[in-house]
């Protein structure tokens, strides 16, 4: 008979794979008779399962309490079984449970990944690899202390607590004394922090813009590879090209987001039908198609929509302090545009245009969508590159020849409140090319409502300006339109639900109408 | 999620939490490896979470947790066709009705688990910290090392004896045991 020293070094053996079938079969035998070997069996089966999370565990969170460790651990846990009922989160399907934990979401706001699952809350652990953040902004935490505070859409990837990179949209990053050299990679520059607060953007053509806030960091361009150090309130731009200095560009307080305000609302929840989360979705929609009427007599673009019949007016409503009235009329010169918002904080939007056009419909603005190409028709068949990369498909050479068609365009209206002016933002196609700023031509009016509950837009934007000025929209036409309005906090920087109007209901509500032109609704000319 | 999914959740996530590290510990037991619990531990709480709604009151969700673990355990080794030998029915009835009962304790052992963790000399938890990381191979471990796997084998067998006996030792005196 074995000693129960000797008994267990057989569990020890059996449970590390290296007992033989022989040895196997005798344990068995003796786990059969004697009930405290199976209890020391069951021990020990517990322990080697328990201790690889009670490690990750310790790396976490060096000093908190064991106490407060296993709640934390606990909290994962809990996190991980969401995971695992919902089973297709963007990390856990491309990261499997052997990639190291490197951090935790701290906080949320509107918030949602790529994916059929994009949902993120606070506790969720955040594992090494890409972030497909689909818009929101998501505050994340690592294990040595560096916070990060992503604004989608954007795409970060996390290699590890010390290096991540940035492949587009903007991060904040504050990293604490112990996790200085903590490096963050961009297409067109690479920052190592010293100890500090910074943050960076990567734009159009992905150029890389650094801000410092505090402290000081070393930023290297890729192509010119001379490191230079910036100090606090300095901001430098990264071109791709560019071989000589960074341009030095204006330093601002309010570009970045440094911190998700506490005590922001949640955006209003959406229909059950649509899974009913707690933040808002581009998703809600009644009209599937406008009606643009041929204007018998001239327009006068002045903000006063007194002179608009209702004809081929829509209406949508997120509740009773935010709605949109849409119209268009059209002649042989130009598109003309009418909005009436109801908006709790209208014109507030702090967004630069001189800056970040693309990114105004944080601040509040108006966004309108047009595929005026009477070839393609309607439904337009044309996707961005998002689309591609998102669904993990190869975009052939004629779909990238129709995501590039100049007679898509893309309008961004609002109203930048710092300097009082009103502007406009117009691309091309699904891949955004050419984008122009206020370009020559167009008319645009912004009117604050009396009662100071909403405000009008009255625009008009020439046909040569939609990339159709030889074959404009003609009575009998039906083409593609999208309207999405976005509403912003008080600050005019931080978004605060959006809604779309005018969709196509075939399409699933989950695509974004900015990745896939068939979304769009139908835009019947009269 | 309605108010009614939204409390189903909650109550899911509670129930499992609370039984998880003895579900664990007992699919450890049936199964060849650790990697082999997170497949069998997923599939597990996949389908506790789709049955859910079908059990009768949480007070016996533990057996029948373990019960869905045991059924995924024996259908992971079958597809997995290993060829190592297999725990008959009779035993794993018997593992099964002992982790169970074992279930409330489990929680607790965690914590003292880790203070017994603090206790061991630096050497050791290098070593446990070193086996126990993401996708670590003792046979590479040893190779980097200079030792033998056998080697490894025995002083993480020795370290995993002396928690065993620490975690026994605290929470006899703390009374819980």
């Known amino acids: 008979m074995k000693s129960d020293q000797e008994q267990m070094e057989w569990v020890g053996r059996y449970l590390s794979g290296q007992a033989t079938d022989e040895e196997a079969r005798q344990l068995e035998r003796l786990l059969l008779e004697k009930p405290q070997l199976r209890t020391d069996f069951l021990a020990y089966a517990r322990l080697d399962s328990t201790l690889p999370i009670v490690a990750v565990a310790k790396e976490e969170i060096p000093s908190a309490p064991a106490k407060l460790r296993s709640v934390h651990r606990l909290v994962l846990v809990a996190a991980s079984v969401m995971l695992i009922v919902s089973a297709s989160l963007f990390w856990f399907r491309h990261a499997p449970d052997e990639v190291a934990v490197l951090g935790t979401i701290t906080q949320v706001h509107e918030a949602e990944i790529q994916g059929e699952h994009p949902h993120l809350a606070a506790g969720q652990p955040v594992r090494a690899g890409r972030w497909n953040l689909a818009s929101g902004i998501v505050e994340i935490n690592l294990k040595n202390g560096v916070t990060l505070v992503l604004e989608g859409p954007g795409e970060l990837e996390l290699f590890s607590p010390m290096r991540a990179a940035l492949l587009s949209g903007q991060v904040v990053v504050r990293v604490p004394e112990k996790a200085i050299g903590f490096e963050l990679g961009s297409p067109a520059a690479r920052v190592v922090d010293l100890g500090t607060e910074f943050a960076i953007k990567v734009g159009p053509n992905l150029q890389t813009d650094v801000q410092v806030f505090e402290g000081a960091v070393v930023a290297t361009g890729a192509r010119s590879g001379f490191p230079s150090r910036m100090e606090a309130g300095t901001a430098s731009r990264f071109n791709l090209e560019a071989t000589s200095e960074p341009l030095k560009i204006e330093f601002s307080e309010t570009r970045f987001l440094r911190h998700i305000p506490k005590d922001v609302k949640p955006g209003v929840p959406l229909p059950e039908s649509f899974g009913g989360k707690d933040f808002a979705l581009p998703a809600r929609h009644a009209e599937a198609s406008i009606y643009p009427s041929h204007a018998s007599s001239p327009i006068l673009v002045d903000g006063a929509l007194s002179d608009w019949s209702d004809q081929g007016r829509f209406r949508t409503t997120m509740d009773d302090s935010r709605s949109l009235e849409g119209r268009m009329r059209y002649d042989a010169k130009a598109l003309y545009i009418a909005a009436q918002i109801k908006d709790p904080f209208p014109m507030r939007n702090v967004i630069d245009p001189a800056m970040d056009p693309e990114n105004s419909w944080r601040g509040g603005c108006l966004e309108l969508r047009l595929g005026l190409d009477r070839a393609a028709g309607w439904p337009l068949d044309a996707n961005g590159s998002s689309y591609y990369r998102w669904h993990n498909v190869m975009a052939s050479a004629e779909d990238i020849a129709r995501a590039s068609n100049p007679r898509i365009s893309q309008l961004m209206l609002w109203h930048y409140a710092p300097s009082q002016r009103d502007a406009l933002y117009l691309r091309y196609g699904m891949d955004f090319h050419g984008a122009l700023i206020d370009p020559p031509g167009h008319q645009l009016v912004f009117k604050r409502d009396p009662d100071g509950t909403g405000y009008a837009i009255e625009a008009r934007i020439p046909w040569a300006l939609l990339g159709v000025a030889d074959d404009p929209p003609q009575a009998g036409d039906v083409l593609s339109n999208c309207w999405q309005i976005h509403w912003s906090d008080e600050s005019g920087r931080l978004p605060h639900g959006n809604l779309v109007e005018i969709r196509n209901p075939a399409e699933p509500l989950r695509i974004y109408t900015y990745t896939r032109a068939a979304t769009w609704g139908r835009a019947v000319f009269r | ?177």
């Open chain 2, 1 to 177: 999620m309605t108010t009614f999914e939204t409390e189903n959740h909650d109550q899911f996530l509670r129930l499992y939490v609370e039984n998880e590290t003895a579900l664990r510990g007992f699919v450890r037991s049936l199964v060849p490896t650790r990697e082999d619990v997170e497949d069998v531990m997923q599939g597990t709480a996949a389908v506790l979470w789709r049955k859910f709604e079908e059990l009768d009151s949480p007070e016996n969700f533990r057996r029948w947790a373990f019960g869905v673990a045991r059924f995924e355990a024996l259908s992971h080794r079958r597809k997995r066709s290993r060829d190592r030998h297999v725990f008959g029915d009779e035993l794993m009835a018997l593992l099964e009705a002992e982790a169970t009962a074992a279930g409330e304790q489990c929680s607790q052992e965690v914590l003292v688990l880790e203070s017994c963790l603090k206790k061991l000399p630096p050497a050791q938890r290098a070593l446990l910290e070193a086996a126990y990381a993401p996708g670590v191979r003792i046979d590479e471990m040893a190779r980097e090392s200079n030792r033998t796997a056998m080697s490894i084998y025995k002083a993480l067998h020795r370290i995993r004896m002396l928690l065993i006996d620490c975690v026994r030792q605290t929470m006899a005196t703390e009374g819980t045991e």
